[in-house]
């Protein structure tokens, strides 16, 4: 039985099935979407709504086993993000965006951010 009052405090990451390390900062937005208010000089007219893509993002540690160069070139994916909550976040066709990834060599670590037009989470 899952620990109803464990809220945050763990969690997974895996990329077309292939689990990396995380060591933290892990986020995600779900895909939705975008209203910004239409004003005019008389008063509220109405919105304009664009739809947004979700995101996943975390720290990770650059392991033996890490391919920096395979997570750069990452389009097309399913990402998963399994958290302490029993939340299991999915982003489907997802792409790495930004620059290509950097490690710190001090402690390992990475920053990596994949957006998808299908984030859910389960």
Same mark, same amino acid.
């Given at each position: 039985? =899952?620990?109803? $009052?464990?809220?945050? &405090? ?6 077309? &099935?292939?689990?990396?390390?995380? /060591? ?11 209203? @910004?208010?239409?004003?005019? $000089?008389?008063?509220?007219? &109405?919105?304009? @709504? ?8 975390? $720290? ?9 160069? =395979?997570? !750069?070139?990452?389009? !097309?994916?399913? /990402?998963?993000?399994?958290? =302490? ?7 489907? !066709?997802?792409?790495?965006? &930004? @620059?290509?990834? =950097? /490690?710190?060599? @001090? ?11 299908? /984030?859910?989470? !389960?």
């Amino acid at each position: 039985m =899952a620990d109803s $009052q464990r809220l945050a &405090g763990t969690a997974y990451v895996a990329v077309n &099935g292939q689990s990396y390390s995380i /060591v933290g900062q892990g986020t995600y937005q779900v895909s939705g979407s975008s209203r @910004e208010p239409l004003n005019g $000089q008389d008063g509220f007219h &109405g919105y304009s @709504e664009t739809q947004r893509p979700g995101k996943i993002s975390w $720290q990770g540690r650059d392991g033996s086993a890490t391919k920096i160069a =395979a997570l !750069n070139d990452t389009s !097309n994916a399913t /990402v998963t993000l399994a958290l =302490a909550n029993g939340k299991t976040i999915i982003a489907r !066709n997802a792409t790495r965006m &930004g @620059e290509p990834l =950097a /490690v710190n060599s @001090e402690d390992a670590t990475f920053e990596v951010e994949f957006i998808s037009p299908d /984030v859910t989470e !389960n």
